[in-house]
């Protein structure tokens, strides 16, 4: 079955400084990479997601790019701000998959 | 407004209690997961449901059973909680067909004492 990994699992950067988190997938197949912002207390929500057929997608301060050779997929987060301190899940899966796997997450702490 | 539902959101018990944990969705979707997750840990997919009728065990083992008798209806059921039960499980749903984002419920935090 699929495994994705994430790294890393704890990241600390300045306001207004990158962040960026990646991720490697198993299954070739997969063709669907949801990236989730999880924040203290509360139910993890969708920020950006890219299908296979694209290798980067942008949404104001955060991108995904993906490297399908590679099998692995990254998220940035440009000028950080307080608000973006949460744990991120990155996903993969395909048509037909039963289910997203999720990665182990990563704590952003983005120091004011 | 179309969004999960879970009660109860908090719940404290006692060892050997049967507990069902509620969740609705008024989404339209055909699909819904639960996931049982220690604070800002890995999410572990427990059960999962295609549609009607349809259940699945997850990846991890879990001593729980649901049941999908309605498209929007999807409870867990824990016949004799213990306290390696205590943790958060978060109800999800997603359209059928094809491979979407998944939205998340609120959450019930089980601490069984």
């Known amino acids: 079955g699929e495994n994705v990994e994430q790294h890393p699992s704890t990241l600390s950067v300045q306001e207004g400084d990158s962040a960026v988190i990646k991720c490697t997938y198993s299954?070739?197949?997969?063709?669907?990479f949801p990236w989730y912002k999880q924040e203290l207390g509360k139910r993890p929500q969708l920020i950006i997601d890219?299908?296979?057929?694209?290798g980067e997608k942008k949404d104001q301060r955060i991108a995904v790019t993906l490297n399908k050779t590679a099998k692995h997929f990254s998220l940035h987060i440009t000028e950080t701000q307080p608000e973006d301190s949460a744990v991120y899940f990155c996903?993969?899966?395909?048509?037909?998959?039963?289910?997203?796997?999720f990665g182990s997450g990563t704590r952003l702490q983005v120091q004011p | 407004e179309a969004d999960i539902y879970q009660t109860p959101r908090y719940l404290v018990i006692g060892t050997g209690k049967k507990i069902t944990l509620e969740c609705s969705q008024t989404?339209?979707?055909?699909?819904m997961y639960w996931y049982q997750q220690d604070p800002g840990m890995e999410l572990h997919l427990i059960h999962y449901?295609?549609?009607?009728?349809?259940?699945e065990k997850g990846d991890l083992s879990s001593e729980s059973t649901v049941s999908r008798i309605r498209t929007e209806h999807f409870p867990l059921t824990l016949e004799s909680a213990r306290p390696s039960h205590t943790s958060q499980y978060l109800c999800?749903?997603?359209?059928?067909?094809?491979?979407?984002?998944?939205?998340f419920g609120p959450g019930t935090r089980l601490t069984v004492l």
């Open positions: 999800a749903s997603s359209e059928g067909g094809g491979v979407y984002e998944q939205f």
């Open positions: 299954d070739s197949a997969s063709n669907y």
């Open positions: 890219i299908r296979s057929n694209v």
């Open positions: 996903a993969a899966s395909y048509t037909g998959r039963r289910a997203l796997t």
């Open positions: 989404m339209g979707h055909d699909k």
């Open positions: 449901s295609y549609g009607v009728n349809s259940t």
